[in-house]
């Protein structure tokens, strides 16, 4: 059922940015912003995917034209991917924090010295 | 290619140029503690990382070589790329040598203007990381590597526009700039693995070579992901709100990666999607997307720009106008607009750098950049104030400074291309870059008569010049902003004529990789002539430009004596500069000179200030729609 996974993507992806845009809280924009990059990983890893596939572990005797496997790239793409996204969720999660030290709130409509 | 290749090959110098950066990032993390150790560390990698940009010039710019570098030697098999490749053509060559150079102009710059930070160790180590980012991105070949690099530099410009961070604002602009620059990342990685999965190739040269013609919705959508995407990270409309904030937070030397390396890498990536892997630029729909957002930003920004109060927020806003030319001109796609563009880039490196530099140095005297709280520091700074007027020249397009003569192409683009396809609306566009440039020279008017002219105030009595290293910074960006300006024939026939050509030939790009480019149309036939500048007619230009400005300044101060006379909104601070009486230490504001101005557009301000509102949920939701119409505009029109 990989059109589920394409479905479930695009929905985590749509969730994550209504997150981001409806929610005041800084924690929740953190999540809004995990979420939307969830959707990415799962879109990623479901695109290297072959139905009846093995895990793409190979030496170079064992491989010949008629092995089967998921497609390595995408998993590969999807591990930098998430270690980025644990990058993203510590670094903002560092800068609510500070945030809520300087302006003793975590509500993004108080949090707007810079405008106009 | 030769299986052996000598390591002192310069086939090998760009992955050196990139690795130098991040090793220098991580031999300053380890060893960065003693003060010498981390200057001369970080000093040895940005001449490293210059010196081998340097040497590329001859064969790639001048030989029209492309580089091809697969990575440990893993060539492509079966005919698809399965390495990770880096490929430099002229265009990557041409933003790699401006990124080596604010890279080297900053990190001069930084050892004195940071002496007084805490944390330098830290400081270093982030500024060669987001060099490091930038440069891999300019250089890659590869379009998953290049989001790697986007999030790369994303993270290090973050994390410095926060290194103040009891400053004013720095935690909020961070914290803006990461939710959408994040947003854009995700529209990146989703964009790639989009590709990826039609394509089955992360290699831009291949991908050149299957997408165009096999366009389908997935790929059209795919298409709005990469441009928003790298739109962001340009910072052009609408998310310009963000550079401002970032900017008016980060220190000035950061402020100079920002605008004048940062947003030079979106334009890149915004002209390789375009150009390269879609190939769409020869739709005049394609090319009234990047012109469209082109003159919107430049028309938006300098108008924020003109309602500002502090001294590094307008540089920011007049940053992102002037990657508005950048943008108006590359999307004109035709020879003598590529060239004004990457000229404009270019240039506008170099001026803003040295303006954001002198800023810097403003706030590093003064400690703060109040544009109310500063004034006659002309006495107080000469050189600062000679090397911040160079600046002013260049970007408000005065001859002899370079900012006139990429300006002057610019016009010259949009003019021939409105009477070569009939498009008047070609011809706004022209009136808009001209008004444009009025506004930038009237704000520059303001920040020069409100920090280096007029009456100093008491508090900057002890105001000193800035030491010689930060001087000899400013110096090299007013030297490169004058000699560009002076030879602009040579600027234009040796460097940025061979990144037009580079933009012109998709079929060299692919077929320098290995590829078979068969069905991609040989060498577009773009005429290169006619693309000077020095032309007679120009001097009428100024003549008019000067005139406008006069007017403007005319109708500001009418409208100011005509609210005294009323009676209405008097205000004593504003008698002095046009009454000529008052108190010693009076002056006029700083972001009042254009008072009346301002007030003839309250409409337009109040509407302005109001979508400016500084909750970072809108600036989210403007990246949503944002995404939501280019992504209708390309299933329309792709």
């Known amino acids: 059922m990989i059109l589920l996974n394409y479905i479930a993507s695009f929905f985590l992806i749509a969730l994550g940015l209504y997150t981001i845009v409806t929610k005041h809280n800084l924690v929740k924009t953190v999540i809004g912003l995990s979420i939307a990059d969830y959707g990415a990983n799962l879109l990623l890893i479901s695109i290297g995917f072959n139905p009846g596939g093995t895990a793409p572990i190979y030496t170079w005797t064992e491989l010949n034209p008629s092995s089967f496997f998921v497609d390595p790239i995408p998993q590969a793409l999807t591990l930098t991917s998430i270690v980025i996204g644990a990058c993203v969720t510590a670094m903002s999660l560092a800068l609510v924090i500070k945030l809520e030290e300087q302006y003793g709130t975590t509500d993004t409509r108080e949090i707007r010295r810079l405008r106009g | 290619m030769s299986p052996v290749i000598n390591a002192l090959s310069y086939q090998h110098f760009p992955i050196y140029a990139i690795m130098v950066l991040f090793l220098g990032a991580f031999l300053i993390a380890v060893f960065g503690r003693n003060r ?95 060099a490091g980012g930038v440069m891999g991105l300019v250089l890659s070949g590869d379009l998953f590597n290049m989001f790697i690099m986007v999030e790369v530099l994303t993270f290090a410009a973050v994390a410095l526009t926060a290194f103040r961070n009891t400053a004013t604002g720095a935690l909020e602009a961070a914290f803006k700039y990461l939710v959408v620059g994040c947003i854009g990342s995700t529209c990146i990685l989703v964009g790639t693995a989009m590709l990826y999965a039609q394509a089955h190739t992360l290699n831009l040269a291949q991908l050149a070579q299957l997408l165009p013609g096999n366009l389908n919705t997935a790929t059209k959508v795919a298409f709005a992901l990469l441009f928003v995407g790298f739109g962001t990270k340009a910072f052009i409309v609408p998310f310009h709100p963000l550079a401002a904030d970032a900017h008016g937070a980060a220190p000035a030397s950061i402020s100079v990666m920002i605008s004048g390396v940062l947003t030079k890498s979106g334009i890149y990536g915004i002209i390789r999607l375009t150009y390269f892997l879609f190939q769409t630029m020869n739709l005049g729909t394609m090319q009234f997307l990047l012109v469209f957002v082109g003159s919107l930003s430049m028309f938006i920004c300098v108008t924020m720009a003109l309602a500002q109060h502090d001294f590094k927020r307008l540089l920011a806003f007049h940053s992102i106008s002037q990657i508005g030319y950048v943008l108006t001109a590359v999307g004109l796609c035709t020879a003598l607009g590529v060239s004004a563009g990457l000229y404009h880039a270019m240039n506008h490196t170099l001026f803003k750098g040295l303006l954001f530099l ?73 009136i808009i870059a001209l008004v444009t440039s009025v506004l930038t020279l009237a704000s520059f008017v303001k920040v020069s008569q409100s920090v280096f002219f007029g009456q100093l105030p008491k508090e900057l009595e002890h105001v000193k010049e800035v030491s010689f290293g930060m001087r000899l910074a400013m110096g090299i960006f007013a030297l490169l902003c004058i000699l560009t300006g002076l030879f602009p024939g040579l600027v234009t026939s040796y460097i940025t004529e061979p990144a037009a050509r580079a933009v012109f030939s998709v079929a060299q790009y692919i077929s320098a990789m290995g590829f078979d480019a068969s069905g991609v149309a040989a060498e577009s036939v773009v005429s290169f002539a006619h693309v000077g500048v020095w032309e007679p007619i120009s001097w009428l230009l100024i003549l008019c430009i000067a005139l406008l400005a006069i007017t403007i300044v005319a109708v500001a101060s009418k409208y100011d004596n005509v609210s005294q006379r009323s009676g209405e909104a008097v205000d004593t601070k504003y008698e002095l500069f046009y009454g000529g009486e008052a108190q010693e230490f009076s002056q006029v504001g700083g972001g009042d000179l254009f008072w009346g101005f301002k007030h003839n557009w309250r409409g337009y301000f109040d509407f302005m200030y109001r979508l400016h509102s500084g909750v970072v949920n809108d600036y989210a939701l403007w990246a949503v729609v944002d995404l939501a119409l280019v992504m209708l505009f390309s299933l329309i029109v792709l």
Do not use: C
């Open chain 2, 358 to 430: 002198a800023a810097g140095a403003v706030l590093h005297e003064t400690g703060t950049t109040d544009l109310g709280k500063l004034g006659g520091l002309s006495k107080k700074m000469p050189h600062t104030t000679v090397l911040f007027l160079i600046g002013a020249f260049s970007i408000s397009g005065i001859p002899p400074f370079n900012g006139f003569a990429s300006k002057w192409m610019v016009y010259q683009a949009t003019y021939q291309k409105a009477v070569e396809s009939g498009n008047i609306g070609f011809l706004l566009v022209t």
């Open chain 2, 36 to 130: 010498t150790a981390r200057n001369v560390l970080a000093l040895l990698s940005i001449t490293a990382s210059l010196a081998f940009i340097l040497a590329l010039i001859r064969p790639v710019m001048l030989g029209g070589e492309i580089i091809a570098y697969w990575l440990g030697g893993r060539v492509p098999a079966g005919g698809y790329a399965i390495g990770i490749a880096l490929e430099v053509d002229a265009l990557s060559l041409f933003f790699a040598l401006i990124v080596a150079v604010a890279v080297f102009v900053s990190g001069v710059y930084s050892i004195q203007y940071m002496r007084h930070d805490d944390n330098e160790r830290e400081y270093y180590t982030l500024f060669l990381m987001l």
